[in-house]
């Protein structure tokens, strides 16, 4: 009887406007499941965005923290907007050549009476995530990918420490002896490749 039963059910689900709905739910529940389970094993927006973010450099050391998100930076070592690699202060802002915050218009930033707003710092990509994270780092040697029609330069932010921004483990990468890879930052050229 019981067998009778399974049967009659399987019928009625398969035909009936019950039954449909019942493989539909199933279905947003298959794929709700999937979705966590890819989500728990692809890593977060966040995650992502320190391992693949720039051309010539996917799923390796994290970048170096930045005012503009991606570390671009200038020959100097200083932050620059990676869109067009104009000058930023230390809290993204464009600057002028005297460090002052300048708008789109290229006009000087002013507050609400007029006055033109304080210029914030201007330092060094790299020497600064050492400060954030407590470890004397400087930019060492560098590796070269064609992005864009010009070279970029990767810099390797170095120091002597045995984990990278990461997290894991630090890498040699292009290093001084006894030094490791921290974070990266990179340089734009202007030369085609």
């Known amino acids: 009887m019981r067998s009778d039963r399974s ?20 279905a947003v529940i298959a794929l709700a499941g999937a979705k966590t389970i890819a989500s728990a094993a692809l890593p ?6 320190l391992y693949t973010n720039f051309c010539g450099h996917t799923y390796t050391t994290g ?4 005012p503009t998100g991606l570390p671009r930076i200038d020959r100097n070592g200083y932050p620059v907007r990676a869109s067009d690699g104009v000058p930023v202060d230390d809290l993204g802002r464009p600057i002028n050549e005297e460090g002052q915050p300048i708008g789109a218009d290229g006009q000087v930033l002013k507050d609400a009476d007029g ?9 060094k990509v790299c020497e600064t995530a050492g400060e954030d994270y407590g470890i004397k ?6 590796w070269y990918r064609c992005c864009g ?23 040699t990468g292009y ?14 050229t202007s030369t085609p490749c």
Do not use: K
């Open 115 to 123: 006055v033109p707003l304080a210029p914030a710092p201007r330092t």
């Open 7 to 26: 049967l009659s059910d399987a019928i009625v689900r398969q035909s009936s406007r019950r039954g449909f709905l019942e493989r539909v739910g199933g």
């Open 175 to 188: 290093c001084y002896p006894g030094r490791h890879v921290f974070c990266v930052t990179y340089y734009q």
């Open 44 to 49: 977060a927006d966040a995650d992502a965005y």
């Open 63 to 66: 970048n170096c923290p930045a």
């Open 137 to 142: 780092l400087s930019l060492d040697g560098s």
């Open 149 to 171: 029609g010009t070279v970029r330069r990767i810099r390797d932010c170095c120091g002597v420490t045995n984990v990278r921004i990461n997290g894991d483990a630090a890498l």
